[in-house]
């Protein structure tokens, strides 16, 4: 049973333009999201993450945005760099240290 | 201020035999959580621990158990290794206080099985 999910294994954006990570979720407890970027054999490296009592929050370049009606989230990157390129997970939690990750989505960004 | 670390970065182990990873989390972080990542499940939770208890466990048998130390360092135990136990194994540390779930990652260990 996937809770969390990521439909979109890959993507593909030229520099300087936007990319969007979508994630969508089952869990209606989930009250904490986040976003995670994935170099292969290295840990997740934590980037933005957002309660449920929010609908957006930004950070640089980056901002996610929570539509809890829909169950869905997403990731803006702008604008994308070719260091962008990496696996993004998103995750969400139960109000515990718990986290559950979707499948990952590949991104990768054209100079 | 240093991140997660893990130890040993890579390791080879045999059916049957079993395996201890060692994690040292971000200083003033008292939860420590781990995960599993293979190719075919992706990033699965494991347990975590926060003030030497287990506070959440995830859906693995019991072969996989962990421990706290009073310094908030943690392992993890394989027993009777299984081909399928071959991933990455990641150690996270949080704060764990507020209303933050943030979770810094450590490089992970890999765990090969043959």
């Known amino acids: 049973d996937q809770q969390v999910k990521q439909n979109s294994p890959s993507l593909s954006v030229q520099e300087g333009r936007i990319s969007i990570l979508n994630c969508d979720y089952t869990?209606?407890?989930?009250?904490?999201f986040l976003w995670y970027k994935k170099y292969p054999a290295e840990g997740p490296t934590f980037l933005i993450s957002?309660?449920?009592?929010?609908d957006k929050n930004e950070d640089g370049r980056f901002t996610v945005f929570l539509n809890k009606s829909a169950k869905h989230l997403s990731l803006h990157i702008v604008p994308s760099q070719p260091g962008d390129s990496a696996v993004y997970f998103c995750?969400?939690?139960?109000?515990?240290?718990?986290?559950?990750f979707g499948q990952g989505t590949t991104l990768q960004v054209k100079p | 201020k240093a991140g997660v670390t893990q130890t040993p970065r890579y390791l080879i182990k045999t059916r049957g035999q079993q395996v201890t990873l060692s994690c040292s989390p971000i200083?003033?972080?008292?939860?420590v959580s781990w995960y599993q990542q293979t190719p075919g499940q992706g990033l699965q939770f494991l347990f975590e621990?926060?003030?030497?208890?287990?506070?959440n466990k995830g859906n693995f048998p019991g072969r996989f158990s962990g421990r706290q130390f009073s310094n908030s360092r943690s392992e993890m135990n394989v027993s009777t290794l299984e081909l399928g136990d071959s991933a990455l194994y990641l150690c996270?540390?949080?704060?764990?206080?507020?209303?933050?779930?943030?979770?810094?990652f450590g490089p992970g260990t890999r765990l090969t099985v043959t």
């Open positions: 996270a540390s949080s704060l764990a206080s507020g209303y933050s779930y943030e979770q810094y």
């Open positions: 957002i309660s449920s009592i929010k």
């Open positions: 869990n209606s407890m989930f009250d904490y």
């Open positions: 995750a969400a939690s139960p109000n515990t240290g718990k986290l559950i």
């Open positions: 200083s003033g972080h008292r939860s």
């Open positions: 621990y926060f003030s030497e208890t287990q506070r």
